[in-house]
T-cell receptor, first 114, second 115 residues
Framework: GENVEQHPSTLSVQEGDSAVIKCTYSDSASNYFPWYKQELGKRPQLIIDIRSNVGEKKDQRIAVTLNKTAKHFSLHITETQPEDSAVYFCAASIRGGSQGNLIFGKGTKLSVKP | DSGVTQTPKHLITATGQRVTLRCSPRSGDLSVYWYQQSLDQGLQFLIQYYNGEERAKGNILERFSAQQFPDLHSELNLSSLELGDSALYFC??????????????FGQGTRLTVV
């Protein structure tokens, strides 16, 4: 079946450094790639997303890049802060029924050390 | 607050039992999605309903079933529970029939513990 692979599973950085999380997907029909942040004990929250007609999108310290040919996309966080510590999930849309759903990666636990 | 309401927040039950988890989507959202989150499996898509009808199925066990009612709230029924069913169950909702056009908002989840 379709799947999304996410690396690394854990990432530890010093405050102020950059963090990069990478995902690959298998469904060539995927056209929507959101990233969710989940703090401990809380619900996943969308932080940024990108559609297949765009190669890069930026929102303040967060950016996402997409390489459709290679079927991979990445999350970049610059100037990391302790409050960025959380589990980050990438996802890709798949064709389920007639509209599509999301398959999630297994998550990356990001720890930002002060 | 995402506007998606899940009840109960916590549930402890014994093996072999049956439970029902409830989800109220955001006002105006027609799609409801159910996800299971266990420690080692991340977020696993279970099933989606759109305007009362099943739209897509993921890795949902036969012991599990769901439905969406006319008022658009949804229930996930888990039966013959096993220890391995212990997990956090999330409901999400979106306006349209799929996530490719609209954002999916997650509820706070129901933590199910099977003992």
């Amino acid at each position: 079946g379709e799947n999304v692979e996410q690396h690394p599973s854990t990432l530890s950085v010093q405050e102020g450094d950059s963090a990069v999380i990478k995902c690959t997907y298998s469904d060539s029909a995927s056209n929507y790639f959101p990233w969710y942040k989940q703090e401990l004990g809380k619900r996943p929250q969308l932080i940024i997303d990108i559609r297949s007609n765009v190669g890069e999108k930026k929102d303040q310290r967060i950016a996402v890049t997409l390489n459709k040919t290679a079927k991979h996309f990445s999350l970049h966080i610059t100037e990391t802060q302790p409050e960025d510590s959380a589990v980050y999930f990438c996802a890709a849309s798949i064709r389920g029924g007639s509209q599509g759903n999301l398959i999630f990666g297994k998550g990356t636990k990001l720890s930002v050390k002060p | 607050d995402s506007g998606v309401t899940q009840t109960p927040k916590h549930l402890i039950t014994a093996t072999g039992q049956r439970v029902t988890l409830r989800c109220s989507p955001r006002s105006g959202d027609l799609s409801v999605y159910w996800y299971q989150q266990s420690l080692d499996q991340g977020l696993q898509f279970l099933i989606q309903y759109y305007n009362g009808e099943e739209r897509a199925k993921g890795n949902i066990l036969e012991r599990f079933s769901a439905q969406q009612f006319p008022d658009l709230h949804s229930e996930l029924n888990l039966s013959s529970l096993e220890l391995g069913d212990s997990a956090l169950y999330f409901c999400a909702s979106s306006v349209g029939g799929g996530v490719t056009n609209t954002e999916a908002f997650f509820g706070q989840g129901t933590r199910l513990t099977v003992v």
